[in-house]
């Protein structure tokens, strides 16, 4: 969502390299625009890339628009500076898995698949 | 299967997203969707917007969406972008040039992987086109990687096909004259910022003068060379012209035209054709161990493999 582009891209080619299909949807992104490209690329999962505050503003608008969807699309957020208490926070609003810093790349793709195959 | 369709013709984009997801996964239900929604294609003007990596074809694509929407017609955009021959996997980003189109509801943008496919668009590109269409977009934009024999494969999908070049690549189409030439109906010069821009524009032209055609009939459309600066928004207006224009002659009775639409929709037959009798043949001999049982025969000298590939062949049927 913000200006921090590396992590997501890294991630991206991450991803790709274990054979996912990555739509890259840049930065500045808001919560509309994240929605509607994921229901027009028909997605398995949405991947939120966010290294400010700004996750903490943005994140519960967006669920409670996936929410309203017939078939509610999973959420994994990652960042490297999301605090114990903010994950627990993103859990209870229903995102599917947060990854802060450290996070080893086997855990990211393994849940990322996990919930692609549901 | 009705509702999705119901759905689909009204315009709705999550039955779109979820048809065009079914045909590149090869879904067997895609087949039965596609069959049904054909009677409601046909309607839409489709734009083959093809060229090296970095010239500019999705900023270029934007601004025909942006276009298009002034002139109040909706659009669809198809974005093929590689998968990596290694995973299998990709990573899509043509849509971050179009993002400011991506709250239109009249702009629906979707995204395609390769997956192995060369020929700069998927197998899935044809029948994700028929979805756009049958959802009643007036435009729909496909853009794809061009490099080198690729452009072929758009040109048998679109009305229109445009090349995207850039000023001082100019000699480097003699290796890429063949595929391009055939197929070209509009160039673009973009980045004409560029001081060789002048000289790229008349080189592309010249080339074109020499052109011999080879299929038989007068090419009777040449196509024009438009100078733009897409990230600027410049020469825009006169691209769209020249789109019109080459709407107008297709509209027409060209010999020329109708035999590349006639000689497209053959191959896509054949490739339906082939296709199915080789899954046929998959599920007839390959899957039950008769080829091996017969490769065993044949090395070890009881069985003649012009016999045996002759007595397959007339098995299926």
């Known amino acids: 969502m913000d200006q921090h582009e590396v992590a997501a891209v890294g991630i991206a080619k991450m991803l790709r390299d274990n054979g996912m299909e990555v739509i890259y949807a840049g930065c500045f992104n808001t919560p509309e625009t994240i929605l509607q490209a994921a229901i027009e690329e028909d997605v398995d999962v949405i991947g939120i890339s966010s290294h400010s505050w700004e996750y903490l503003y943005y994140m519960p608008e967006l669920m409670e628009m996936l929410q309203k969807e017939a078939s509610p699309i999973p959420v994994v957020v990652g960042g490297s500076v999301i605090t114990a208490k903010d994950k627990a926070a993103l859990g209870e609003i229903g995102v599917a898995a947060v990854f802060g810093s450290g996070t080893s790349d086997a855990k990211i793709i393994g849940s990322i698949q996990k919930l692609a195959d549901r | ?317």
Not at chain 2, 76 to 85: C, F, H
Request: hydrophobic share 40%; glycine share 8%.
């Open chain 2, 1 to 317: 299967m009705n509702a999705l369709l119901e759905k689909l013709t009204s315009g709705d984009v999550r039955s779109a997203a979820r048809l065009i997801r079914m045909i590149d996964d090869n879904q067997p239900a895609a087949w039965d969707a596609l069959k049904q929604l054909f009677p409601h294609t046909r309607r839409a003007r489709v734009i083959g917007v093809t060229g090296p990596p970095g010239a500019g074809k999705s900023t270029l694509t934007s601004c025909l969406i942006e276009s298009a929407r002034q002139r109040s017609m909706s659009v669809g955009v198809l974005a093929v972008d590689p998968s990596s021959p290694m995973s299998g996997g990709a990573i899509l980003g043509d849509r971050i040039r179009m993002n400011r189109h991506t709250l239109d509801e009249e702009v629906f943008i979707r995204s395609l992987a390769s997956r192995g496919h060369f020929g700069g668009i998927t197998p899935a590109t044809r029948g994700a086109i028929r979805v756009l269409d049958a959802m009643g977009k007036d435009v729909i934009i496909v853009e794809t990687v061009g490099v080198g024999q690729d452009e072929v494969d758009i040109a048998r999908l679109a009305d229109t096909t445009v090349i995207v070049w850039v000023p001082g690549l100019g000699d480097d189409i003699q290796a890429m004259k063949a595929g391009i030439l055939e197929v070209a109906d509009i160039f673009v010069v973009n980045k004409a910022e560029h001081p060789d821009t002048e000289a790229t524009s008349n080189y592309l032209r010249s080339v074109f003068k020499q052109e011999k055609n080879t299929s038989g009939i007068p090419r009777d459309w040449m196509p024009p060379v438009v100078e733009t600066v897409a990230t600027k928004s410049k020469g825009i207006d006169d691209l769209w012209d020249v789109l019109d224009r080459h709407r107008e002659y297709t509209a027409g009775a060209s010999d020329y035209f109708v035999s590349r639409k006639r000689k497209a929709c053959r191959v896509e037959l054949e490739n339906f054709v082939h296709q199915g009798l080789s899954e046929k043949f998959s599920t007839r001999f390959a899957a039950n161990g008769l080829l091996d049982e017969q490769a065993a025969l044949i090395t070890s000298g009881e069985a003649d493999i012009y016999a045996v590939a002759e007595r397959l062949l007339a098995e299926i049927r």
